[in-house]
Each structure stands twice: as structure tokens, then as C-alpha cells.
Nanobody, 115 residues
Framework: QVHVLESGGGLVQPGGSLRLSCAAS????????MGWYRQPPGKQRELVAV???????DYGDSVKDRFTISKDNAKDTVYLQMNSLKPEDTAVYYC?????????WGQGTQVTVSS
């Protein structure tokens, strides 16, 4: 069983920055993908950013050029640096970990962008 733990959410003003962290533990195998999804109030969950074990990244259109995903393979940890935050970035952010085709989710961390 892989455990996924997010941290770093909170309240930030528009134009501000936040950094989210996600640590995976308990995997006996190498992690294939780690990434972030978000679910705004009243909307469906959507892709924010993902990164493969080889470092290839992909971003949702609404966050390109503002958010950066990175990882520390030694710690099985992924980070999401969020800059130039907008009110529409308000959502619960979920970490996603994929190992050998199995998908694991964290509990989510709230990000609120408001003045």
C-alpha cells in the first residue's frame, strides 16, 4: 500500500505564491508518475501537472507558465511551485501517484486565493 501525504496549502492573495509538497511512502517498486490534480468548488477534478520518473512534465492549459512541478526521486517527493496565483486557482489540490498501473490519491490540501 502506497501512502500519499500532501502539505503546503493555505490562503494567499491574488498574485502571490505557494509551494505544495507531496510525499509517497510504502512503495516496493519505482514510482512511474507523480502529479497534481485539483477540484474547484462545484467542478470536476482537473489536471494541474504531472511528472514522470524520467522528468518529463505536462501541465494543464490554465497553469502553464505559472506553475512548475519538480521532484526528488530519492525522497519520492514531488513539489508544485505556484506563482501568480489567481482566484480561479482556488481548489482542493490532490496528489496522484502511479505505480505499476495502480493509482493512489492523497487526501487533498485546500488552496484559497482571495484578497
Amino acid at each position: 500500500q502506497v501512502h500519499v501525504l500532501e502539505s503546503g496549502g493555505g490562503l494567499v492573495q491574488p498574485g502571490g505564491s505557494l509551494r505544495l509538497s507531496c510525499a509517497a511512502s510504502g512503495s516496493r517498486f519505482s514510482i512511474n508518475f507523480m502529479g497534481w490534480y485539483r477540484q474547484p468548488p462545484g467542478k470536476q477534478r482537473e489536471l494541474v501537472a504531472v511528472i514522470t520518473s524520467g522528468g518529463t512534465t505536462d501541465y494543464g492549459d490554465s497553469v502553464k507558465d505559472r506553475f512548475t512541478i519538480s521532484k526528488d526521486n530519492a525522497k519520492d517527493t514531488v513539489y508544485l511551485q505556484m506563482n501568480s496565483l489567481k482566484p480561479e486557482d482556488t481548489a482542493v489540490y490532490y496528489c496522484n501517484v502511479q505505480v505499476l498501473g495502480y493509482v493512489y490519491w492523497g487526501q487533498g490540501t485546500q488552496v484559497t486565493v482571495s484578497s
